[in-house]
């Protein structure tokens, strides 16, 4: 069973860029995609990018993707997400889900298809 877990999150100054970290846990987590979550306060969750098990496909949110790169080093089972450019508006709680298998769901934007999720690295950009 994998497990995920988030870190990297914290209090931000706008325009600041920030790493966050996805770390696995088993055997089985280099032959699973991974996306990344946010929900702000209030609102409903919201995908925010995917990549494929080896790294070679990455789907994005497009209003976030150029903001917002994926990228994973299987040798540290680690799924990276950048964020540049930091906004009020990326004022959120982010999570890192495991998919069932290698390749992002039609629909991972939603949520569905994932079989793990880890709880969440809090981000807070002040402006």
């Known amino acids: 069973q994998v497990q995920v877990a988030e870190s990297g999150g914290g209090l931000v100054q706008a325009g600041e860029s920030l790493t966050l970290s996805c770390v696995g846990s088993?055997?089985?987590?280099?032959?699973?995609?991974v996306a990344w979550f946010r929900q702000a306060p209030g609102k409903e969750r919201d995908g925010v990018a995917c990549i494929t098990y080896d790294g070679d496909d990455k789907s994005h949110i497009s209003s976030l993707r150029d903001r917002f790169p994926i990228s994973r080093d299987n040798s540290k089972n680690t799924v990276y997400l950048r964020v540049i450019g930091l906004k009020a508006e990326d004022t959120a709680k982010y999570y890192c889900?495991?998919?069932?298998?290698?390749?992002?769901?039609?629909?991972?934007?939603?949520?569905?298809?994932?079989?793990?999720w880890g709880q969440g690295t809090q981000v807070t950009v002040s402006s």
């Open positions: 088993g055997l089985q987590f280099a032959k699973v995609a």
């Open positions: 889900a495991a998919a069932a298998n290698s390749f992002c769901p039609g629909s991972w934007f939603s949520g569905t298809g994932f079989q793990t």
